[in-house]
């Protein structure tokens, strides 16, 4: 399992870095086996990308979801949790922006659902803290895509401004996105 779990690693570095124009034999040199081992724990490139695909998919919604209750956890929590490590920028920046030809459907659709229901509960946040008024809806609507697009932009920007350190201004970021938002109620 241990081998396996190597495979996965080296791919999702490869694939973070150069998307599909990885092959095997780097991921092999990367892991220290030979490339015909990899197929002893997966039949196909494509099979090793849908389960590293699925394993990050999982990893990211749960942990975001699990650990956000309010707006100020889930800013932080998307923005902490790409930063924990570049690769995991890279990897979703490449994945969203340039999705490989051969993504399965299933794992295309699971990151639809998941982004819906992170849509969702975000909505639901925003939501209860702000006023009754009669475009509640489509202002909580708006609001909550803004909430999300200044998130994606400050990722971005992590991507584009690399030598800034834009991680250590987040919560002065979060206050006035937080002052923003109660100024729309």
Known sequence: METKKK????????????GMEFSLNEVANI?????????AHFPSKEELLYQLFNQEIEEYFTVVESQSKSLK????GILNYYNSSRKK?????RLLLF????MDSEIRQKIIDLSEQRFKKVKELISSSSSPNDNKEQNDD??????LSVIHGLLSSEII???LNIKSSYEKEWK???NMLKKEE
């Open 31 to 39: 892991v220290g086996i030979k490339k015909a081992s990899i197929y």
């Open 142 to 147: 708006l609001l909550t895509v803004m909430f």
């Open 99 to 102: 999705p490989p030809d051969t």
């Open 89 to 93: 920028l890279l990897f979703w920046k």
């Open 73 to 76: 956890e889930f800013f932080l």
């Open 161 to 163: 401004y690399s030598k």
């Open 7 to 18: 495979i996965i690693d080296a791919t999702f570095g490869l694939f973070a870095e150069k």
């Open 176 to 178: 006035i996105l937080e």
